[in-house]
């Protein structure tokens, strides 16, 4: 019955799926590769319609959620139906692990289980950041022996957006490693990487050109440094947002800031970046997202540089 009223459910969805979705998929590595059965899944949560995406990504696969059990007791009727598609309610206090077995003797039928490990989407508006992942899918995994697979979303959603999908390889927890919090952080900074890479791969297709003219506010400007260029955000002449500040390296000292354009130019004079306006972000919602990311650190030539930065920032990627 549960299984029938899933699939009811995903039918009478279709013609909203392929109109809001319009699924782009790609996978860590590049290369497809099958996903296991039995699989834990986990994803960040931004919108009530990410569970409803990855539903319809595994479309031919039964899928079981974790639930925020007092979510479900809002209204009566609510919980019966959530519990009739496969919920697996949760405890957001932590203070029943029931769902641990729950979720074994689902894993162990070889179903999966798609998990947010942020909880609730409506405190996580943050557009470049995730939530604090909580442990209870390590647990579960570590319970099971089942597999973690991360599925990262763009979350764009609508009739003229394409949902961009990426796919990370398969993580194994070992039965014997109850190290949860180091074992947390990797996986969530993994998530992160892919995010980052995501929004490079959408970057990349976008026709860009630089040019030499009069500053704006809200411009992507750029000098040379010998074999490579430092890219950043003009304001005014006393703030360039910048990530790093320009030299090689790969460390944890460089972070987002604020430099004036004599220092970010070095006496050079800079380039600026021309772009269509259908893909370019509005200086409001710019200004916006440079107050999210100040001050953030993870500074990586390879998936979060000074480019991709910007990038994320301007670009409506």
């Not at 957006?161 to 990426?166: A, M, Q, W």
């Not at 959408?202 to 010998?226: C, P, Q, S, W």
């Amino acid at each position: 019955m549960k299984t029938l009223m899933y699939y009811l459910a995903l039918v009478l969805g279709l013609p909203f799926a392929l109109i809001f979705f319009k699924m782009k998929i790609t996978y860590e590595g590049k290369e497809k590769f099958k996903i296991p059965k039995g699989t834990i899944i986990i994803s960040p949560h931004k919108s009530f319609l990410d569970a409803i995406a990855i539903a319809y990504l595994f479309f031919f696969r039964r899928l079981y959620f974790l639930a925020a059990d007092w979510y479900h007791n809002l209204l009566i009727i609510f919980k019966p139906f959530m519990l009739l598609l496969g919920a697996i309610l949760v405890d957001p206090q932590g203070r029943n692990l029931k769902f641990i077995e729950k979720s074994k003797k689902v894993l162990m039928k070889n179903k999966s289980i798609l998990v947010f490990p942020e909880g609730d989407y409506l405190y996580n508006k943050k557009l470049y950041e995730f939530g604090d992942f909580k442990p209870g899918y390590l647990m579960m995994a570590n319970s099971s022996d089942a597999p973690i697979v991360p599925i990262i979303l763009d979350f764009s959603y609508g009739i003229f957006s394409r949902l961009h999908i990426k796919i990370g390889k398969p993580i194994y927890i070992s039965s014997s490693d109850n190290d949860y919090i180091n074992s947390n952080n990797l996986i969530y900074k993994k998530c992160l990487n892919l995010f980052y890479e995501l929004k490079k791969e959408k970057a990349t297709k976008i026709k860009m050109t630089y040019t030499y003219k009069e500053l704006e506010k809200g411009d992507v400007i750029r000098v040379k440094h010998n074999l490579y260029h430092h890219y950043g955000i003009y304001f005014d002449d006393e703030h360039v947002l910048e990530f790093g500040d320009g030299k090689i390296q790969d460390s944890n000292d460089n972070d987002v800031h604020f430099t004036s354009l004599s220092n970010f130019t070095n006496g050079k004079i800079p380039e600026v970046r021309i772009v269509s306006k259908r893909h370019k972000r509005s200086l409001k919602k710019i200004i916006d997202y440079e107050k999210e990311i100040i001050g953030q650190k993870d500074y990586s030539i390879i998936n979060n540089n000074c480019l991709d930065l910007v990038n994320r920032l301007t670009l409506k990627i």
